[in-house]
């Protein structure tokens, strides 16, 4: 029996022998702390009581491990490093094994991507002028490094320059910047510190989201056989949030060719106009990192056709309230014209861009569009070679908000237990709006004016009669109800107003009573709740154990709905103290007897089993 026992468990740990799936963060920060999980294909109270699992990781440290569990803290590596950890697993009962490789990442290695379209003209460019040296300081708010009257300068530190000729022994002599024909062009001189962070920043102004943008810029790396610069940019809004971000360039010593040009492509969100261009030290070294930057450039990647709602100029917003119609126009960019006989075709999308269909009879350059109802329409340009449809180009999309004003209709509720005046919050739009269109301006009228304290503002307070206090053994009566008319214009377009019913719900509500003490296990007393606090619409009911943990929430609206059975998950509760909070809308401190005094909307309660 012991031998065909033994030979049927060496048979069973064969048919398991596989490989495991190991769950968990494969792409962390140097330093992080990960938790991992071996899913196990086979597996039992057998290996649960016998087996040994062995963790093993490179690149990595076990801080605490179980049978199927393993935290692991990974390596803090240089900064100027990426690393591949790895963690494997071993049970060895059952020869079960599994592995996952873990990326730990200090950056994002970029690759230089440029305009496939038609580069128009930059909307800025950078040359940093030209003249004797030393060149002036830059801009204050431009650069966060230290300026330096001589190009012989330490980590930290900048210069303006036409030379690098004699600023360092071991640097590459520069005799000239980047810019072609620029008699005594200066060029920015870094000596990049050992600090990942911004090194210079420039507005950039007058775009438009109707196009994707290229921004480029020539660096030459000064230092051989030293740590190579490493730069990224990243495109801020004028708050200084981040848009986008490239990856991160290693600049390589080239002493024939030093000149490398870097660029990337970006989006810029809808409406933006104006933007940031930072350029930032990615390399947390000083020994070398030493380049120089020249011929920034920010400019647009035109689609081979272009749509405007302008025949002049770009323009790729148009503004309207209720319905309205615009004129669509399209142009080349360029001279040339890729098709000999070109067809036309406007396309509309009205689920921003994932679907567009043709337009009904809009075959030409130019066409006139109405839209009968409010919405945010795109459109766009579809031209193809009228012989070889297939062959085709699209224009940049544009946009046509048009707006509505919405009032909504809302109840606002109002409790007779708090004397004080209560301001009156109704909820009001423009729907399809520009979120980064002009500010909207807005002027209020509500009729009647009765109980209000202004009939031409957003929210009025309102002061009603006072009502005698409810009988406490009786319900209470139902809610007074005041109707009022809000009309709300949009003063930025024409025609934008609307109307929204606002109803005021005078209610004259009971005190809530809490028990102190419940037994779920009996027939009666089984149910814990704040008594009347289903008089207050709104009101809201908390039970917390002992640790702080919360075992009961309801927002009502029913005194059942607020009835606790001391159970958790359907887990009957342990006997004890819990802790019970109530938050009554309008009149907080309206309740009886709660927690160490009268009027505390919290205290204790006793679970008896």
């Not at 240089?78 to 599994?98: E, F, K, R």
């Not at 009968?372 to 699209?394: I, K």
Request: proline share 8%; glycine share 8%; net charge negative.
């Amino acid at each position: 029996m012991k031998l065909f026992f033994t030979s049927f468990f060496l048979f069973f740990c064969f048919l398991t022998r596989a490989d495991n799936i190991i769950s968990g963060n494969n792409n962390v920060v140097p330093n992080a702390v990960e938790i991992y999980t071996v899913n196990w294909d086979s597996w039992g109270s057998v290996y649960e009581n016998y087996s040994n699992v062995q963790w093993t990781v490179t690149n990595g440290t076990v801080i605490s491990s179980d049978k199927h569990t393993v935290t692991v803290q990974w390596d803090d590596i240089p900064n100027w490093l990426n690393a591949t950890g790895s963690i494997d697993v071993y049970d060895d009962l059952g020869g079960q094994s599994g592995n996952i490789q873990v990326d730990i990442v200090n950056f994002l290695e970029g690759t230089s991507a440029e305009c496939t379209g038609v580069l128009g003209a930059p909307a800025v460019f950078i040359d940093f002028s030209h003249g004797s040296n030393p060149g002036p300081p830059l801009p204050a708010g431009s650069i966060t490094y230290n300026y330096s009257s001589s190009c012989i300068i330490n980590s930290g530190k900048y210069a303006i320059s036409n030379s690098t000729v004699g600023c360092n022994g071991s640097w590459l002599g520069l005799t000239q910047d980047h810019t072609p024909n620029d008699v005594n062009g200066y060029m920015l001189m870094v000596d990049g510190d050992d600090h990942r962070g911004e090194v210079y920043r420039s507005l950039v102004s007058g775009l438009t989201s109707a196009f994707k943008y290229e921004m480029s810029v020539y660096i030459a790396n000064l230092a051989d056989g030293y740590q190579k610069p490493r730069i990224n940019f990243e495109i801020r809004d004028l708050s200084n949030n981040l848009i986008q971000k490239s990856g991160s360039y290693t600049i390589p010593f080239d002493g024939a060719a030093p000149w490398k040009k870097v660029s990337f492509m970006f989006d810029l969100p809808l409406g933006s106009s104006s933007v940031y261009v930072v350029l930032v030290n990615d390399h947390n070294d000083e020994s070398g990192n030493d380049f120089v930057v020249d011929d920034i450039s920010f400019a647009p990647c035109y689609p081979p056709i272009l749509a405007s709602f302008s025949s002049s100029s770009i323009v790729d917003k148009s503004y309207i309230c209720n319905n309205g119609t615009v004129n669509l126009y399209s142009r080349w960019p360029t001279p040339s014209i890729p098709y000999t006989n070109p067809g036309f075709k406007w396309q509309k999308s009205s689920n921003n861009g994932i679907t567009w269909i043709d337009i009904p009879g809009a075959t030409t350059m130019n066409f006139t569009q109405t839209e009968a109802v409010a919405g945010l329409f795109q459109y766009r340009m579809y031209a193809y070679e009228t012989a070889a449809p297939s062959q085709f180009v699209v224009s940049n999309a544009i946009s046509y908000f048009v707006q509505k004003m919405v009032v909504e209709a809302k109840t606002h509720n109002v409790f007779a237990c708090n004397p004080n005046p209560v301001q009156l919050n109704p909820t009001y739009y423009v729907q399809y709006a520009d979120p980064y269109g002009p500010a909207l301006t807005y002027t209020y009228l509500w009729s009647p004016g009765t109980y209000l304290s202004s009939t031409t503002i957003a929210t009025p307070n309102i002061s009603l009669p006072a009502l005698p206090p409810p009988a406490a053994n009786l319900p209470p009566p139902p809610p007074i109800n005041y109707s009022y008319s809000l009309t709300v214009t949009n003063n930025n377009f024409a025609g934008c107003v609307a109307t929204g019913t606002q109803t005021v719900s005078h209610y004259n509500p009971r005190k809530v009573a809490v028990p102190s003490a419940f037994t779920p296990d009996l027939t009666t007393n089984n149910l814990f709740r704040p008594i009347n606090l289903d008089d207050y619409p709104g009101g809201k009911f908390w039970v917390n154990n002992r640790w702080g943990q919360n075992v009961f929430y309801s927002e009502g609206p029913t005194l059942l709905n607020y009835s606790w059975n001391g159970k958790y998950q359907g887990i009957p509760q342990e006997q004890g103290n819990y802790v019970w909070i109530v938050q009554i809308p309008g009149c907080p401190t309206n309740i009886l007897n709660g927690g160490t005094g009268t009027n505390v909307p919290n205290g204790n309660v006793l679970l008896i089993r």
